[in-house]
């Protein structure tokens, strides 16, 4: 055995330091797609690292509910929501989805029945979602990820959710 490589296992065996096995922590996150139905739940990033089969797993479930179609999702988008259950304490019950990722048709199809849809929404771009958290207020919700700075934040108190994107820093009410 060579000096390396028995300097390698040495370290090896060595405690790894606590900040170390931080930075290595999953982020787990767990979804329930109302108009789907289905669920999921994902270690989407290891450390610094995105996983790239969880990533796409995401991309499929945020898909496109009425057409089927799918996007590749901006990864800080699901940091963020990571971000808003550890703000809020990690709620019980996965993140329900109401609408992710929209098509050009859908959202033209959407617009002409709502004045809420945005003619350029981040939605179509795989930067938006629209969400609750059981057991938890859309109050403080929309408190939360207004309190991260990270993106546009739309709060729907007569529907029950909150949109939260990676767009510029901005908020309203509909």
Avoid: C
Avoid at 79 to 89: A, H, K, N, T, V
Avoid at 137 to 145: K, M, Q
Avoid at 160 to 167: A, K, M, P, R
């Amino acid at each position: 055995m060579n000096r390396r490589h028995f300097l390698g296992l040495a370290l090896a065996a060595v405690a790894t330091p606590a900040w170390a096995k931080k930075q290595q922590q999953p982020r787990i996150l767990s979804f329930h797609h109302i108009h789907t139905g289905e669920r999921m739940t994902t270690a989407y990033r290891i450390g610094d690292y995105y996983q790239r089969d969880a990533l796409q797993k995401l991309n499929y479930f945020m898909r496109d509910h009425k057409t089927g179609e799918i996007t590749v999702f901006d990864p800080r988008l699901f940091d963020l929501l990571y971000d808003i259950e550890r703000r809020l304490g990690y709620p019980a019950g996965p993140i329900e989805v109401l609408s992710a990722y929209r098509s050009p048709r859908t959202n033209a199809r959407l617009r002409r029945v709502s004045r809420r849809a945005a003619r350029n929404s981040l939605h179509m771009y795989g930067k938006a979602v629209d969400i609750r958290l059981p057991g938890t207020s859309v109050r403080r919700v929309r408190d939360s990820a207004i309190s991260l700075s990270r993106g546009g934040v739309g709060f729907y108190p007569g529907s029950n959710f909150v949109h939260v994107d990676t767009g510029s820093v901005r908020r309203w009410v509909a």
